[in-house]
């Protein structure tokens, strides 16, 4: 095995151990004591109806991917944020403080490192079995 494949295999574990610990504090962080205070400063249209603990696992996330998508994608018009930002075009996100926006950035931020550098880790795994 060429030495460069090895430091490449140790650096992609390497990012996925690190983007898993991150996704776990960002979201026991978020869950357990921010979650009030974001949902208070996002207003998402989907909590006027019901509290955000009565909704089922799934469409808390999908409330949380929201703000995330409004975060970063702010002036993105016609892409895969649009529905995000039409949803929360109330909130401005420069505007919010950090201790509300870095456990969200946090959590999906680190499933998006955790997902390339899993998928890479794969493909060396791979590569390196056949020779």
């Known amino acids: 095995m060429p ?5 490449a295999l140790v650096l992609t574990f ?3 151990i690190t ?5 776990f504090i960002s979201g026991a962080y978020l869950f357990f004591y921010k979650i009030d205070e974001v ?3 996002f207003k998402h249209p989907y909590l006027r109806e019901r509290k955000f603990l009565d909704l089922p696992m799934s469409i808390r996330l999908t409330i949380t991917f929201d703000y995330f998508l409004r975060i970063l994608f702010h ?8 529905n995000a930002n039409r949803l929360l ?3 401005e996100p420069v505007n919010l403080p950090m201790g509300v926006r870095w456990p969200i950035v946090g959590l999906w931020g680190s499933c998006a490192v955790g997902l390339i550098s899993m998928l890479g880790l794969w493909a060396l795994l791979i590569i390196g079995s056949n020779g």
């Not at 983007?19 to 996704?23: D, G, K, L, M, Y």
Request: charged share 5%; glycine share 4%; hydrophobic share 40%.
């Open 14 to 16: 390497t990012f996925f």
């Open 75 to 82: 002036q993105s018009k016609g892409s895969f944020a649009q």
């Open 39 to 41: 949902n208070a400063r």
């Open 3 to 7: 030495l460069y494949f090895s430091h």
């Open 89 to 91: 075009s109330h909130v």
């Open 19 to 23: 983007s898993t610990f991150v996704f």
